[in-house]
């Protein structure tokens, strides 16, 4: 049985907004709604879903970079949602993030050395001699020359800032890396090459993956299982290979068939989304999707969906997907 390392359940972000004028209070934008999936040891995750959906502060929830407003989430085992800062050190070691763009999470007047021996200094206290060899290791291994040690970060194309950002995450040996669209501002020759180092890293250092993305095709790439986002919740979990061949939510089939298709004689029935998304302050009743579901009906106005596992490991929040008969579940968690 594979090592579960980070357990979610019913995870929620809820921010205050100011209050309005003439004294109007304030509402709640409920940016994250009651997000729950597993990821094991060894595992990538995609999560995807357009942007606003809760993607991005699901991640930084889980580093804790933002408190939680409600829920779990469980690291190997110990519940961190409430730890201090100070008590997140051990933690913070095991649970690394890169993050979309680089450039601006990097110290532009720091040599990339330095910035990728930071995080290792906070937690070992080495020689210079030792931390330069372990630096000189880490820029080989993600694909740098170790005469780029001395530069700074604007001599660096936008893929070897991304291949600084990883190195940096591996210096502390982590077990599990946030990619918060790690490549989306990369050209697509670039990007394939920093995903494929992400691969070659995770069958190397058996590295699990929490992956946030908007862009389907590079989620399909490096994903073992999908988890789909829409307004603040998780509509859909479930293997790569099912969630691509056998989606079952309808806002999952949208956004599939919302990817642009290489061969223009391939001609398939699309279904469009029409609509805006839904404001996260005032998200519709019943099932959030009802809005902009082709297949909406009078319950869906009223009943939320719950998230239930209609397939083996097939995880759908639905009203019209209920769980095949005689189906024997797989898992416990999505
Ligand atoms: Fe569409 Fe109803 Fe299913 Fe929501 S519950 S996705 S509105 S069919």
Not at 18 to 26: A, E, F, M, T
Not at 254 to 266: G, I, K, Q, R
Request: aromatic residues 6%; glycine residues 6%.
């Amino acid at each position: 049985m594979k090592e579960l390392l980070l357990d979610v359940q019913g995870l929620r972000k809820h921010y205050a907004t100011q209050p309005g004028w003439l004294g109007r209070s304030g509402s709640k934008v409920l940016a994250v709604d009651g997000v729950s999936f597993s990821i094991a040891a060894g595992e990538t995750l995609g999560l995807v879903g357009e942007s606003g959906c809760g993607k991005s502060t699901t991640g930084k929830l889980i580093l804790r970079l933002q408190d939680p407003t409600a829920g779990r989430i469980l690291w190997r085992g110990q519940a961190i949602e409430a730890l201090t800062q100070a008590q997140m050190r051990p933690v913070r070691r095991e649970l690394q993030a890169v993050f979309q763009d680089p450039y601006s999470s990097l110290n532009p007047r720091i040599r990339a050395a330095d910035i990728v021996a930071e995080p290792l200094r906070n937690y070992e206290p080495l020689s210079d001699a030792a931390a330069r060899d372990r630096i000189a290791h880490l820029f080989e291994r993600v694909g740098l020359r170790p005469d780029q040690m001395v530069k700074y970060p604007f001599e660096f194309s936008g893929g070897q800032r991304q291949r600084l950002g990883i190195a940096r995450a591996l210096s502390v040996q982590p077990r599990l890396i946030v990619c918060d669209e790690p490549v989306s501002a990369l050209d697509v020759s670039v990007q394939a090459q920093v995903i494929n180092l992400l691969m070659d890293l995770q069958r190397e250092f058996h590295l699990s993956y929490l992956f946030i993305a908007h862009d389907l095709a590079v989620v399909e790439h490096i994903s073992h299982r999908v988890a789909v986002m829409y307004l603040g919740k998780i509509v859909e979990i479930a293997p790569r290979k099912a969630i691509f061949s056998r989606p079952l939510h309808p806002y999952t089939e949208a956004l599939l068939d919302a990817v642009p298709v290489p061969d223009p004689t391939v001609r398939k029935q699309r279904r469009v989304l029409t609509g805006e998304v839904p404001s996260p302050m005032s998200p519709p009743p019943g099932c959030h999707f009802h809005t902009r579901c082709p297949s909406a009906e009078d319950r869906c106005r009223r009943e939320e969906p719950a998230l239930q596992q209609v397939l083996p490991g097939q995880w759908v929040a639905c009203h019209l997907r209920q769980p095949a008969a005689l189906m024997q579940p797989e898992e416990a968690l999505p």
